[in-house]
């Protein structure tokens, strides 16, 4: 196992563009820590420079956020084999901790379930995602002018409205999950609609650590105005001029946002899907 510092993590920024789409989520995170951003993450590949799994994991587990209460992992794989001798190599897996491998290939998955039945542990797919990604503004089939309403601001969330945005978050609604909220908004990229006379968002749009579009959101009264669309390609076109990848993960049930996502030029890698695999969960049996 080694442990990539600062120098490498260049490196594997470079290298990870050549495996997108199955390679973004790690790229997400490696490519916020190399500008700087706060992180709890240690980087850890079986070899380097030729390596064939490079995982992002925790450095300090039991963090006071959503991501210390899941322990999540980011992992690209070139192979379920290279995976499964991976996942045996001491240090890369707490046996006796809850863990959650979010944004394994579904292809590879059989490797964790593999080492999860030798070692005894309960496991459980937690969701498979559809990845869906965004490479040239030109995909968008909108310029900001077209997508921006009379009488409607778009400017960006502040910590003030961190409370609500937790309240409407799937996997929000704790101090902790507040937590990551907070993060999110101090530390990334975020939009939402002001309107006009308005105190407070009625729609937004955040950035995950792993730099990945996520907890869009309109409250029902105010659907139905194209806000969610408008802050996407708002959104996307603002990261892509700075070089920021523009991903996101939608749950394969999830047909209203697929087909928000897909119509404004984001695109699916057939046959490719992220599994968020739960190793050790103490609410599954064995």
């Known amino acids: 196992m ?55 994991k925790p450095k300090v ?13 980011s992992i690209y794989s070139k192979s379920k084999a290279s ?15 809850f863990t959650l491998l979010a944004g394994l290939d579904i292809r590879h998955s059989e490797a964790a379930q593999e080492f999860a ?11 498979v995602m559809n990845v869906l990604l965004l490479q040239d503004a030109e995909q968008l089939p909108f310029k900001d002018s077209a997508v921006s309403p009379a009488g409607v601001r778009f400017p960006p969330l502040s910590a003030a409205h961190a409370d609500l945005v937790n309240s409407t978050w799937k996997y929000g609604g704790d101090r902790n999950s507040l937590n990551s909220v907070l993060n999110y908004i101090s530390h ?8 006009e006379g308005g105190t407070e968002p009625v729609s937004w749009l955040l950035v995950y650590q792993h730099a990945a579009l996520g907890l869009l959101y309109t409250s029902p009264q105010h ?15 603002t990261l892509l001029e700075r070089g920021h990848p523009v991903y996101c ?5 999830n ?16 046959g490719y899907r992220a599994v968020w695999f739960e190793l050790n969960n103490p609410h599954v049996k064995k």
């Not at 039945?117 to 969701?127: E, I, M």
């Not at 990334?188 to 309107?195: A, G, I, K, Q, T």
């Not at 659907?223 to 076109?237: E, F, I, N, P, T």
Request: with cysteine; hydrophobic share 35%.
């Open 83 to 97: 995976l499964r001798s991976f996942l045996d190599t001491p240090g890369v897996i707490d046996k006796d901790s």
């Open 255 to 270: 047909d209203t946002s697929f087909k928000l996502f897909t119509s404004l030029g984001f695109q699916r890698s057939p």
């Open 188 to 195: 990334n990229p975020s939009l939402c609609v002001m309107e």
């Open 117 to 127: 039945d030798q070692h005894g542990l309960p496991w459980k797919v937690q969701t």
């Open 223 to 237: 659907r139905g105005k194209g806000y969610g669309k408008s802050l996407v390609c708002m959104m996307a076109r």
């Open 61 to 73: 587990q039991g963090t006071k956020d959503r991501e210390g209460d899941f322990n999540i992992y």
């Open 2 to 56: 080694i442990v990539l510092r600062t120098e490498e993590l260049t490196q594997a920024e470079s290298v990870l563009k050549q495996f997108f789409p199955e390679s973004i989520k790690v790229y997400g995170c490696i490519f916020n820590i190399n500008r700087g951003k706060p992180h709890n993450l240690q980087v850890i590949a079986d070899q380097w420079p030729d390596f064939t799994v490079i995982m992002c």
């Open 249 to 253: 993960f939608v749950e394969e049930e």
